[in-house]
């Protein structure tokens, strides 16, 4: 499985912007996908996650209700809709894939990475 990350950027606080994974595998449903975030310094964090079929979704409590994570089977791809973004949501962003039906907040639990997308906030 190869996941590819996209559509960071440099916003201001209050803007959004939409992630999208693609997935290069023959049958993306039958991987749970999450995202995940590095800042500079800090550890690699959870922040939203989907299960395969797109029924269950998991938000960390810092973005919950401010980002929306969705996914399309047909199309192999995970999206990310971030709404009112902060400074604090400054980070290279992951996603990765777990071949079970639902996400999971460790790290450690999932199987393939993308390479990461630069998103920064400025205030």
């Known amino acids: 499985v190869q996941l590819q990350a996209s559509g960071g950027g440099l916003v201001q606080a209050g803007d959004s912007l939409r992630l999208s994974c693609a997935a290069s595998v023959r049958t993306f449903s039958g991987y749970a996908v999450g995202w995940f975030r590095q800042a500079p310094g800090k550890e690699r964090e959870f922040v939203a996650g989907i299960g395969w079929t797109g029924s269950t979704a998991d938000y960390a409590d810092s973005v919950k209700d401010r980002f929306t994570i969705s996914r399309d089977n047909a199309k192999n791809t995970v999206l990310l809709q971030m709404n009112r973004l902060k400074p604090e949501d400054t980070a290279v962003y992951y996603c990765?894939?777990?071949?079970?039906?639902?996400?999971?907040?460790?790290?450690?639990?999932?199987?393939?990475w993308g390479q990461g997308t630069q998103v920064t906030v400025s205030s």
């Open positions: 990765a894939a777990r071949a079970w039906d639902s996400p999971r907040r460790r790290a450690d639990e999932y199987d393939y």
